[in-house]
């Protein structure tokens, strides 16, 4: 089976701060990871994912994920949070060892980057 | 114009109802979605569908059936809607011609059943 837990429902930062969100992963074989972001009365998008190769992976917006496979963990980060970032993040995952051909989502956190 | 599409984007309706919820997208890929979002939850898959003759069970399909009457067109029906089903609806799509493809989404179809 593949889950994938996002531990804190909220994360508050002050805008120009380190932000990080994090996700762990359960898988039986090798992970796909990905992270997408929702704004307000949208769908889903998609921000960077993680398949193979170097442990940290740039996607959008400035955003970045390290891949840490020994403690089984994909952390979304950035270095200097913007108002305009606050939004709901989710972590998603896929086991490509069992072929379940559909992707697993965590519960979301909602970051709020203060002014 | 968006590139997958739901409709209708808000809906209320009353318990026993059938209702449809429609999906369809322009960006030619063959594989197509439906998620459920509820609060604290997150997303969960209720139907999938990997081309217009391959259609799977996702974690929550008890109470769903779906039809893929094209490649571009994919639908979730409701045939007994119940309250507990009220949530936000999403549909989303992928590439299957380069692996691991992200998945695209609409923008949701806000469901409640009273």
């Known amino acids: 089976a593949q889950s994938v837990a996002q531990p804190e429902d909220q994360v508050n930062v002050a805008e120009g701060n380190p932000l990080t969100v994090k996700c762990t992963y359960s898988?039986?074989?090798?992970?796909?990871l990905f992270w997408y972001v929702q704004y307000p009365n949208r769908g889903l998008q998609f921000l960077l994912k993680y398949i193979t190769g170097d442990n940290l992976v740039k996607g959008s917006y400035g955003f970045e994920a390290e891949f840490n496979k020994s403690q089984t963990s994909f952390h979304l980060k950035k270095p200097s949070a913007l108002v305009s970032d606050s939004a709901l993040y989710f972590c998603a995952v896929r086991d490509w060892d069992t072929g379940r051909r559909a992707l697993t989502f965590g519960s979301g956190t909602r970051l709020q980057v203060q002014p | 114009d968006a590139d997958v599409t739901q409709t209708p984007r808000n809906r209320i309706t009353k318990t026993g109802k059938r209702i449809m919820l429609e999906c369809s997208q322009t960006k030619g890929h063959d594989r197509m979605y439906w998620y459920r979002q509820d609060p604290g939850l997150g997303l969960r898959l209720i139907y999938y569908?990997?081309?217009?003759?391959?259609?799977n069970k996702g974690e929550i399909s008890d109470g769903y059936s779906v039809s893929r009457q094209a490649q571009a067109k994919f639908s979730l029906s409701l045939e007994s809607a119940i309250p507990n089903q009220t949530a936000l609806y999403f549909c989303?799509?992928?590439?299957?011609?380069?692996?691991?493809?992200?998945?695209?989404f609409g923008d949701g179809t806000r469901l409640s059943i009273l």
């Open positions: 989303a799509t992928s590439d299957a011609r380069v692996s691991n493809q992200p998945q695209h």
């Open positions: 569908s990997f081309d217009v003759k391959d259609i």
């Open positions: 898988v039986s074989g090798n992970p796909y």
